[in-house]
């Protein structure tokens, strides 16, 4: 057991790990775990299982793709569906133009974004980086999607920043129909091949269902509390 | 946050007669429960997930010293700072100590029961730290002067004019404009006052669902945003969180998740499940650049050791208040502390003790409706009763009510004059009864009919009819 680690001195109530932990094992009644359990126990979370997986992700791709469609709309997304990448920045356009946006965007540094081809639609005026406060359109990709709940998958890195989920008031995800699966265990079995023991987490994992709403005045459904009015969702089906 | 507990009956009377209150809470009962029922009915699996998810919570905390010292490891390897605290007093000055060595003015706040459950805010401001709370209903509550009467919609206890006043006066100052009529202006305005919050905080503080022992990351479940505006856009990100809410692997999250919401809101997900893991990365163009996990025990452990250790399988959903009639009819502001209803009513004796909150367990009429719901299948009744037990054997309960149960518990070990007397009984209510066929008022039960009347006995005593069958 380590003892004295510097954070314990931060919390000015002496040694809180050692208490804490003595605590929950005197109302355990019992020590430290033995060498064995702890082993087994460590085996748990490297190697870890699924548990139950509702069985209605599953089915072919086609239905995951109706799936997540039917059920990111059921929670007030939009959702359109595209022939190929040469069509995204036609969508994009058109979203602009049916919701009166300006064709002034922000878009994540990411190069999964360079396949479309943003230069036959000159007017779209996009700047590269994070969210600043007065963006209202931002355009991002995914990294998956889960037909279960109808729910986008997003990490950060240095070319996804977390901003362009929250600030601007419209969010456009440019999805990959081959991203859709069925079920959220998918994502990490995904994010567990970047690294080992644990070590394979961005600094934020953002699972987006819908847009932004409160039901906090009177139970009444209002899109738009924090994040973001809008989130439509692009499906390239290729 | 100081408890107000001991003042239940009278704070219960206060809220059945208090019109607003009883206007919201009219909406408020087939609001959540018609949606939970929904939801659950479109998942079939909805059952065996529970099964589940109490099975991975029991394994958790029997285990939960490993849980904790591995989530706490990996939290340290992502470059984050565990506080390890034992009370609340604990939890403040480390919060405090955070701030200040961030020199922090303003501090930003999502949904927190812990931060209620420690007073954080009163704390903060009385050390020049403002704390600005970013949940539409605990930035309502905030403005108020009030507290969350619902640990998953803070401001359910009032309705729509009563937040359209309240902002109207409070917002006056900072260009709010004319008094506002309609949700969605409400929302509206709340967005367009926080907004530049979120952006000039110093410091976020937000609570943790969950507490992933396999990554050491922290998870926070929410429909608006504020929770991840409060932990992207600052320089620092402070989670608070008890010891329960370790889980072991992301897939044991996962089942949890799948109840969770169903459960709280009858919705098939939360909009927002943010998974954080550490401050910003080197290269990352936002994110914190610290980040810091308070992990409280504030009588965890001590429950964990005790008969109540099942309720620290609670995720805080709140169904069970959405099932409660006794909530549904007061009020969480009844309860008189920071977990109203039917977990409250188990919790609170364990957190503030039993002499101040012996009234709360006392508070239902073991309908057994927060037991069929809880997707934890906290056995709420059960530990009610347990609680009931100990106020009797610590002498809390008033002197006639003491006298009644004595007089009853004599009365049924002695049949005979138990027949006797409830002979007697009868006949005396069917005198009563006997113009209209019922009763509208009794005597030593005015409160009872009050609002209902009594039926008068027609024929015998059960005993009575036993007799007669048994000879016939």
């Not at chain 2, 107000?4 to 019109?19: N, Y």
């Not at chain 2, 029997?62 to 490891?73: K, N, P, Q, T, V």
Request: hydrophobic fraction near 40%; charge should be negative; include cysteine.
């Amino acid at each position: 057991m380590s003892g004295n680690t510097t954070e314990n001195e931060a919390n000015g109530s002496g040694n809180g790990r050692e208490r804490v932990l003595g605590a929950l094992r005197s109302s355990l009644g019992r020590e430290e775990l033995p060498a064995a359990v702890r082993a087994e126990l460590t085996a748990r979370l490297s190697s870890p299982k699924s548990n139950l997986i509702p069985a209605r992700g599953d089915g072919s791709p086609a239905d995951q793709v109706a799936l997540f469609t039917e059920m990111a709309e059921a929670v007030q997304a939009s959702v359109v569906r595209v022939p190929d990448d040469a069509d995204v920045p036609n969508a994009v356009t058109l979203y602009l133009a049916q919701n009166n946006l300006p064709s002034d965007m922000v878009m994540a540094p990411d190069a999964e974004l360079n396949r479309y081809p943003w230069a036959t639609r000159p007017m779209l005026n996009m700047r590269r980086g994070h969210a600043v406060d007065t963006d209202q359109v931002s355009v991002t990709g995914a990294d998956m999607a889960f037909a279960e709940t109808g729910t986008l998958m997003l990490t950060s890195d240095a070319t996804r920043p977390s901003t362009l989920n929250f600030l601007p008031e419209n969010h456009i995800v440019v999805l990959r129909a081959e991203q859709i699966t069925g079920a959220y265990e998918e994502g990490w079995r995904r994010l567990r091949a970047n690294g080992e023991d644990g070590a394979f987490m961005p600094r934020t994992v953002n699972l987006i269902t819908g847009p932004s709403r409160t039901g906090d005045i009177e139970q009444r459904l209002q899109l738009g509390a924090h994040g973001p009015r809008r989130l439509h969702i692009i499906i390239v089906e290729q | 946050m100081q408890s107000t507990s001991h003042d239940f009956i009278a704070r219960a009377q206060k809220g059945l007669v208090d019109e607003d209150l009883q206007d919201a809470l009219g909406r408020f009962r087939t609001g959540f429960s018609v949606k939970r029922s929904e939801a659950v009915a479109r998942l079939p699996e909805f059952e065996a997930l529970r099964d589940k998810a109490v099975e991975i919570k029991n394994h958790t905390l029997e285990h939960l010293d490993f849980y904790l010292e591995r989530f706490a490891s990996k939290v340290e390897e992502s470059g984050g700072v565990v506080h390890w605290c034992v009370t609340p007093e604990d939890a403040r000055q480390t919060v405090l100590d955070i701030c200040r060595a961030h020199d922090a003015k303003t501090v930003t706040k999502s949904k927190s029961m812990i931060g209620e459950e420690i007073a954080l805010n009163p704390f903060l401001e009385s050390n020049d730290i403002e704390p600005i709370e970013t949940d539409l209903g605990e930035y309502i509550v905030q403005l108020a002067g009030e507290y969350p009467s619902h640990i998953i919609a803070p401001a359910v206890h009032k309705t729509k004019d009563q937040v359209a006043d309240l902002f109207y006066e409070r917002h006056k100052d900072q260009g709010g404009g004319k008094r506002l009529e309609e949700v969605d202006e409400l929302v509206d305005q709340a967005r367009a006052m926080l907004r530049h919050r979120f952006i000039d905080a110093d410091v976020g503080i937000t609570g943790a669902n969950f507490l992933v022992a396999e990554t050491g990351t922290t998870a926070i479940v929410t429909n608006e945003g504020n929770g991840d505006l409060t932990q992207i856009l600052p320089r620092v990100h402070i989670v608070l969180a008890t010891l329960e809410k370790a889980v072991p692997t992301l897939d044991d999250m996962s089942t949890i998740l799948r109840v969770l919401a169903r459960s709280a809101t009858g919705q098939e997900f939360s909009t927002y499940t943010t998974l954080s893991t550490g401050p910003k990365r080197p290269g990352d163009l936002d994110g914190p650049e610290a980040f810091h996990v308070i992990l409280l025990d504030n009588g965890r452990s001590r429950m964990l050791g005790s008969e109540f250790r099942e309720v620290l399988r609670c995720i805080k959903c709140g169904a069970c208040m959405n099932h409660c009639p006794v909530y549904g009819s007061i009020g969480g502001h009844a309860y008189g502390w920071v977990y109203p209803g039917p977990v409250g009513a188990v919790l609170t004796p364990n957190l503030v003790g039993l002499e101040e909150a012996h009234h709360l367990p006392n508070a239902s009429t073991f309908c057994g409706r927060c037991e069929d719901v809880c997707p934890m299948r906290i056995p709420l009744p059960g530990l009610m009763r347990r609680w009931r037990e100990q106020e009797f054997d610590a002498g809390l309960q008033a002197p006639r009510y003491r006298l009644g149960l004595a007089l009853w518990a004599w009365l049924v070990r002695h049949p005979t004059s138990y027949r006797l007397s409830s002979a007697v009984l009868i006949r005396a209510l069917r005198l009563l009864g006997a113009r209209r066929g019922r009763i509208a008022r009794l005597p030593f039960a005015r409160g009872w009919t009050m609002g209902r009347d009594m039926p008068a006995p027609e024929g015998g005593s059960f005993h009575a009819k036993w007799r007669r069958r048994s000879r016939a």
